[in-house]
Every structure is written in structure tokens, then in C-alpha cells.
């Protein structure tokens, strides 16, 4: 009797597994309608395919060489701002004097470029980009091969501050615009191009203008496109395959000063705590802290990993992708070891700034702390300062909040016009990519003063990027290739195409494919 129980148990054992392995495979099987390919582009009659000149080289180098740098908010390089606005009239003056065309300056250095169509009923979008880099630090240009506002063409390659953020995007918009007004597309849906000055210290006085003039004109927009996350190559295990990451939301920001204030004193005779210490052991326990993963909630992250993974030639790889409900603690275990997917699926925090200590001799009474977080968007700024206040977990330690601003919205992705307009730029003419997937961008641009605009808020930058590549973002070493700058002015070209035909949407028919 207990044998045939135990042979009963083993069997529904069994097939239980059998039947979770069919479900698991049949999942990493499964087709997402998201991600598509396009059979034919109706009725438009495209401009031809734009190769890049020498002059839009030299344009690209001139506008590098020019260091509008934004130190901090309201602290930038105004001379060299000036500059490359002159820059812009005075090589893509015969664009700004088109008829359909009107260019505004707000406040002082930003641009605002619209583009008239004939149908007024028709929503404007809007194409964002930004004049202003980072710093490149001293320390860091001895490491660049060439000096960071050289410009210079090595190798197929243009390095530079601002390179790939955001100069090449910005140039490339203009290119584009210049290349369909030239071939004689009269738009029939009107667009902006954005081009803010202080994208780099959060876009207060830029882009937050130029939103609140479009807002008292009574403008909203159909949809926006701002930088973003690229065209990405093996991200993931077995997914050698391009695939076109689309941010529809980004994080949340939140700058915390962390301050201890205890006696000072002689270093020659040493107090048990010292305010060093204290901090020192409160951001240890910052560092060596996550906060929950938001894997299988429901979040953009999610569906990237999901319509990714089903890429992947590995079933080790696949499968758990595919069921997250199943595997989500091994897939934060393994994401978790790499900072960029890390920081994918949670909110993130980490020290930025340390001040302390003025003297060899002297044990200092104060010190603090800058900690930047990010905020998932399926998290609340609340919720994260609640964490890191309970992880310090010292009464000796102050914790105040310098600047906060929530995650974004979540914007909605297959279907909708402005996601479908981007998916169909990309197939149209240039290399396809295998997938379009919507993805969350873990940092921050203009696009987040545009939400009261529009809905549908969306971050890419048409360049190939792998996880290997460096000089991107900020990095030492930044530089754009002349064949992904080809690539970006076509992208913007198709957009504006697509975009502004007077199409109101794009049909889909069975199996995905977009047809218009």
C-alpha cells in the first residue's frame, strides 16, 4: 500500500514537471507581437538616402570643438553657448529662412525650431536634443587618445565631449530637417525640434522654458522623442541580434546630504567615534544594500528582458526570461552582478560627493555626504527615502533630502502612434533591427519637462551600442562613428517622413506586421 502511494506521489511529481517545463518552453517560444518588421510603407515618396558630406563632418567637428559646458545648475560656459547658437545660424541659416520654418531663441540659448504643417488639427510632435556636455576633468583628459574638444576623425571615428551626448543627435536633426525640405516633403502634421542648454544640470532654465511656452500657447503634442538608450548588441547571453531599446519611462532623481557632526580633537589622542567613522560605516551599509528588484511587476524593465530573452540562441537564457514568475530570484541574482542590469530592474542609490577633514592633525567634528538615488518608476520617492533612512539606522546621522523629482510616467508603447512611428523609422531603408522593444532608461533627460505635454514620452538614440563599448555617456574616449552618424540622420529623416504625412495611425495586420 505505502509503495503504490509513494509510486503515485513520484508520478504526479512527475508530471507536474512535465507539464511546467511544457509551459516554460512553450512561453520562451511564444512570438511577442511587439516585436514586428514592416512589409511596405504605402504611399510615401521617400527622399534619398542621406550619406554623410564633408561638411556635415566638419559641422560635427566645429560643433564638439565648442565646450558649452554645464558645471552645475545656472553655471555654465555662456560665451561658448552663444557660440554654438551662432554656429547653428550661420551653417543652417538657409534652413532657418524656409518659408515653413521658424526658429525662437528661449532664454538666451536654447533653440526652438517648428515646422509648419498644413492640416492644424493634427497634434505636433516633437524632436528633443540637447547643446550642453559634461565636463571632461583633468584627471580624465590624460586618458583620452585625443583631447576632448579636438573633434578630431580617427580611424572612422569623431571623439569628443558631447560626441554621442548629444551633439551628433543634435546635428543629425538638423541634417535631416535640411535634407527633407530640400527634396520637397511639405508636412502635412506640424513637429518642433528642442534643443535645451542645460540638459547636463537638470534642464531647469532650457527645456522647462521652452515646455512652458509651448504650454501657454496651448499646444500638446502627439508625441516627443528625446535621447535615450541605443540599438543594442549582446546584452544578454545568446542575443547577438540588434535590437532597438525604446525608454518609455525613466527613473526617478533624489540627491540626500548624509551629515555627522561629533567633537573634534587632536589626532594625537584619537576619540572611540568619530564623525569619519560614523559616515563611513553609514554609507558602508548604503553600499552594501539593495533595494528590492521589480523583475515580473509589470514594469518596462520587464518587458525588455522578456521580448530580449526570447531572442537568445540559449535556452539558459530563454527560459528563465520567459518566466520570470519562476525564475526571478536567479535572474536578480545573476543582473544584480553587473551595474547596467543592476540598476535595469531596481531603484539604486550610491555616494557621489564626500566632504571631510581639513587638516592632517586635526579629527574633524563634521562631515557629509552626497547620495544619489535613482527611483524605479514602480517605487515612490517616499518609499526610497523611508529605505535609506531605516538603512543608516544611526541616530548620529542626519539625513535630509537636497532635490527630489518622481519617475516618470509609463509610456505606452506597441500601438500607439509615436511608438509605431519610431519602430517604422527604423525599418525603412537602413539595417534592420531584430526587435523594437519598449525598455526603462535609468537616467535622465529633457523629455521629463515635456509629461504635461503629451502622454507619449519616448527616449532612443538610433546608434549600435554593446555592453563592451567605451566612450559613451560622459565617458573617457567619447566619440560618435561616421557610419552610426549616417544612421541617425536617416532614422530622424524616416521619422519626419512618417510622422508628419498626416497619418493619425499605423495598422497592424495578423502576425505583428505594420503596414501603411
Request: glycine content about 6%.
Given at each position: ?29 511564444l ?77 538666451n ?75 520637397g ?24 522654458a ?71 560605516r553609514?554609507?558602508d ?64 542609490w550610491?555616494?557621489t ?22 527611483v ?32 516618470s510616467a ?46 507619449n ?14 566612450g ?21 529623416m ?23
Open positions: 500500500m505505502l509503495g503504490k502511494l509513494l509510486w503515485r506521489c513520484f508520478a504526479m511529481v512527475g508530471i507536474s514537471f512535465i507539464v511546467l517545463l511544457f509551459i516554460m518552453i512553450n512561453r520562451s517560444l512570438v511577442d507581437e511587439k516585436s514586428i518588421e514592416i512589409k511596405s510603407l504605402g504611399n510615401i515618396t521617400w527622399c534619398p538616402k542621406y550619406n554623410t558630406s564633408q561638411r556635415a563632418i566638419e559641422i560635427l567637428q566645429e560643433a564638439i570643438s565648442i565646450e558649452t559646458i554645464s558645471w552645475k545648475p545656472h553655471v555654465y560656459n555662456k560665451d561658448e553657448m552663444k557660440a554654438f547658437r551662432d554656429m547653428l545660424f550661420r551653417y543652417y541659416g538657409h534652413v532657418f529662412n524656409h518659408e515653413l520654418v521658424t526658429v525662437e531663441t528661449v532664454a540659448y536654447s533653440l526652438l525650431i517648428g515646422v509648419k504643417g498644413s492640416d492644424p488639427t493634427l497634434k505636433p510632435f516633437l524632436m528633443s536634443a540637447h547643446i550642453d556636455v559634461v565636463p571632461a576633468t583633468d584627471t580624465e583628459t590624460e586618458r583620452w587618445v585625443v583631447p576632448p574638444f579636438s573633434g578630431k576623425l580617427l580611424n572612422g571615428y569623431l571623439y569628443g565631449r558631447g560626441a554621442v551626448d548629444n551633439k551628433a543627435s543634435l546635428i543629425a536633426h538638423l541634417e535631416s530637417l535640411a535634407h527633407v525640405l530640400e527634396c516633403v511639405t508636412p502635412v502634421r506640424s513637429f518642433y525640434l528642442s534643443f535645451g542648454h542645460d540638459e547636463e544640470v537638470n534642464g531647469h532654465e532650457g527645456a522647462a521652452i515646455a512652458r511656452l509651448l504650454d501657454n500657447r496651448g499646444i500638446q503634442l502627439e508625441f516627443l522623442l528625446d535621447e535615450g538608450m541605443p540599438i543594442v548588441n549582446d546584452f544578454l547571453p545568446g542575443v547577438t541580434q540588434p535590437i532597438a531599446a525604446v525608454g518609455v519611462a525613466e527613473k526617478g532623481y533624489i540627491d540626500f546630504n548624509i551629515s555627522v557632526s561629533l567633537k573634534s580633537g587632536h589626532s594625537s589622542t584619537p576619540p572611540s567615534s568619530t564623525a569619519i567613522g560614523v559616515l563611513s553609514a554609507l551599509r548604503l553600499s552594501s544594500t539593495s533595494l528590492p528588484n521589480q523583475l515580473n511587476q509589470g514594469g518596462p524593465d520587464t518587458a525588455f528582458l522578456t521580448q530580449s530573452g526570447r531572442l537568445s540562441a540559449y535556452w539558459t537564457t530563454r527560459i528563465p526570461l520567459s518566466n520570470l514568475w519562476f525564475f526571478r530570484p536567479l535572474v536578480d541574482f545573476i543582473m544584480s552582478r553587473a551595474a547596467v542590469t543592476n540598476a535595469l530592474i531596481r531603484s539604486t550610491v555616494p560627493v564626500v566632504n571631510c577633514g581639513t587638516k592632517y592633525n586635526v579629527v574633524p567634528a563634521h562631515c557629509s555626504a552626497v547620495v544619489n538615488a535613482r524605479h518608476p514602480l517605487q515612490t520617492v517616499d518609499e526610497v527615502v523611508t529605505s535609506l533612512e531605516r538603512t543608516v539606522l544611526d541616530p548620529r546621522v542626519s539625513v535630509s533630502v537636497l532635490e527630489a523629482r518622481p519617475p509609463v509610456s505606452p508603447d506597441v500601438g500607439t502612434f509615436g511608438f509605431d512611428c519610431i519602430e517604422a523609422a527604423l525599418r525603412v531603408g537602413t539595417p534592420a533591427v531584430t526587435a523594437v522593444t519598449p525598455v526603462l532608461l535609468t537616467g535622465a533627460t529633457d523629455s521629463r519637462n515635456f509629461e504635461a505635454l503629451t502622454d514620452v519616448y527616449r532612443f538614440q538610433p546608434f549600435t551600442a554593446s555592453p563592451t563599448d567605451s559613451g555617456f560622459h565617458g573617457v574616449n567619447e566619440r560618435i562613428s561616421l557610419k552610426d552618424f549616417q544612421f541617425i540622420v536617416n532614422f530622424y524616416n521619422l519626419i517622413q512618417i510622422a508628419s504625412d498626416g497619418r493619425t495611425r499605423i495598422p497592424r495586420h495578423s502576425h505583428g506586421n505594420i503596414d501603411l
